[in-house]
């Protein structure tokens, strides 16, 4: 009997091409953004008199990206599965450019938050491309496919903040013309060679309603099948987002550390990252299976919140970096199993709903993380309380493990039967 459901696109491997097309896209983006971290909140303290300035400041200027990226990424999201993921990506490239071109120009504070307002609106490369993914992957390699993506993430992170640490040390602002040089690169790579994914009679009809972000969250939010995974996943990603907006002050404030010194630390989390996520995940989701691997990297996660916190000698940052392998593979693991329960013409929109939780993060972790952080700021470089925010981080990340382990209890046969397939594949 035929199926009234429309055929979807037979998936091609990343031998194809096409998988690969989008991760060189996405290891270029990602190495652009890369670039900036070392240096975007020393930026900042050139415009403001002190420590306590600079941090609330910079938190600002972060939270207002993820504003203008929590009420856009949903859209493109939405929008990619009605017009196709290739032009969503590109604009997002486009726009990248720009914010890095305007923030190596900025003369006030003012032109660093309109650089971030471009940058928001066009943030959407890693929404898209996971929708991408997840177009030409099957049910069961897809996971594998989330995998190569955050290697290329990953990557991205290994050259960039090395990269853009060594560029800062001589100039603050070098490192976003060298950006800005990568982002129109990867928009010219874009247009020539990556393919559409997405075939037009899986494309839906347009709808307004789907272009709210919070209409996106709250329709995410109703999916009583998936709610635990998604507060889990709100809360690991709380914690991402914090580390990233405080690490670089905490660093440096703790530690000394020039932008060298923390975009050599930041190669080491790509370069972890890069190992797990594409040479290890396979061989992880054999051995503990999608459920537990994501439980195990979440509380790994926690424990090196709390290390973090408390480190004492810069050393020691590193210590923890090299020992977190678990927790790099927990992400690609959750968004296996939240996809799996989404059909394909609705995959952009949940990837793009997905990061939007992101957004959230990027919104609140900032204010949050460099308030505590600018109340602390004038501490000895010794003092413990340095590292509050980490150990607040630590207490979110717990409550994400018991809640994630709560709601595999709850589902345990259909994700036993879903993670058998999988290790299968």
């Not at 928001?120 to 390699?141: L, R």
């Not at 013309?177 to 247009?191: E, K, M, R, T, W």
């Not at 957004?359 to 505590?372: D, K, R, Y």
């Amino acid at each position: 009997m035929a199926s009234s459901t429309p055929p979807r696109s037979a998936p091609v491997d990343s031998g194809s091409g096409k998988l690969n097309f989008v991760l060189v896209c996405i290891f270029i983006d990602m190495l652009g953004i890369g670039l900036i971290i070392p240096v975007m909140p020393l930026l900042v303290g050139q415009f403001v008199p002190g420590r306590d300035d600079q941090a609330l400041w910079f938190g600002v200027l972060a939270s207002t990206f993820g504003v203008l990226q929590f009420l856009f990424m949903p859209a493109l999201g939405a929008l990619s599965d009605r017009v196709g993921r290739r032009p969503v990506l590109l604009y997002s490239m486009a726009g990248m450019c720009i914010n890095f071109l305007v923030t190596a120009w900025a003369p006030s504070l003012f032109w660093l938050f309109v650089g971030r307002v471009i940058g928001g609106m066009s943030s959407a490369s890693m929404s898209v491309a996971s929708a991408y993914a997840s177009d030409i992957s099957t049910a069961d390699n897809r996971a594998k496919s989330f995998g190569k993506i955050g290697a290329a993430f990953g990557l991205g992170f290994i050259c960039g903040p090395a990269l853009g640490g060594l560029l800062g040390d001589s100039d603050l602002r070098l490192p976003f013309y060298v950006a800005a040089a990568l982002g129109a690169a990867n928009l010219i790579y874009g247009y020539f060679m990556v393919p559409e994914s997405l075939a037009p009679g899986q494309r839906p009809p347009f709808a307004w309603a789907r272009l709210n972000p919070l209409g996106a969250l709250l329709r995410l939010a109703r999916r009583q099948d998936i709610r635990g995974l998604v507060l889990a996943i709100s809360l690991v990603s709380l914690c991402q987002m914090m580390l990233q907006s405080t690490w670089v002050l905490y660093t440096t404030f703790r530690f000394g550390w020039t932008p060298r010194d923390n975009g050599l630390a930041m190669f080491c989390i790509g370069l972890v990252s890069a190992v797990v996520q594409a040479g290890l995940l396979a061989l992880l989701i054999r051995r503990f299976g999608e459920r537990r691997l994501a439980l195990l990297g979440i509380a790994s996660g926690a424990l090196t919140y709390v290390g973090y916190g408390l480190a004492s000698q810069g050393w020691m940052m590193y210590a923890l970096i090299l020992a977190n392998v678990l927790a790099f593979a927990a992400g690609p693991a959750l968004q296996a199993i939240v996809s799996r329960s989404t059909p394909a013409s609705a995959q952009g929109e949940l990837m793009g709903s997905l990061q939007s939780i992101n957004s959230l993060g990027v919104i609140v972790s900032p204010v949050i993380g460099t308030a505590i952080l600018a109340r602390v700021s004038h501490l000895p470089a010794g003092d413990w309380r340095l590292g509050t925010h980490f150990l607040l981080c630590a207490g979110m990340q717990a409550l994400a493990v018991l809640v994630a382990w709560r709601y595999f209890r709850q589902h345990r046969t259909r994700d036993s039967q879903d993670e058998a397939r999988s290790v299968q594949a």
